[in-house]
């Protein structure tokens, strides 16, 4: 399913987020699969609370960042979906 901004989207059950040597992994036990991630993919990831939309992210990541370019929105989106389909993401 294509995401959209008004979705709320959550981190998968049992995800699991290290930090080593300055980097974020995600591991996802019953994939039993390990995923680095950037620091946009991070921040995104560790916005999904289950109460925010990825609109509410992004707005919050322009409010933290002014400087962010106008593509933003779409850029934030496409994390979604990677994130999504790694199966770290889902949909509350």
């Not at 930090?19 to 916005?47: D, M, S």
């Not at 289950?50 to 409010?63: F, H, L, N, Y």
Request: with cysteine; charged share 25%; aromatic share 6%.
């Amino acid at each position: 399913m294509k995401p959209t901004v008004d979705r709320v989207l959550m981190t998968a059950p049992g995800l699991a987020l290290e930090v080593l040597e300055g980097e974020c992994v995600a591991f996802q036990p019953r994939q039993t699969r390990a995923f680095y991630l950037n620091v946009t993919a991070a921040l995104v990831l560790g916005l999904c609370d289950g109460v925010r939309s990825t609109r509410e992210i992004c707005q919050m990541i322009r409010d933290g960042y002014p400087e962010a370019p106008p593509t933003l929105e779409d850029e934030v989106i496409t994390v979604v979906a990677q994130l999504e389909e790694y199966g770290l993401l889902v949909y509350k």
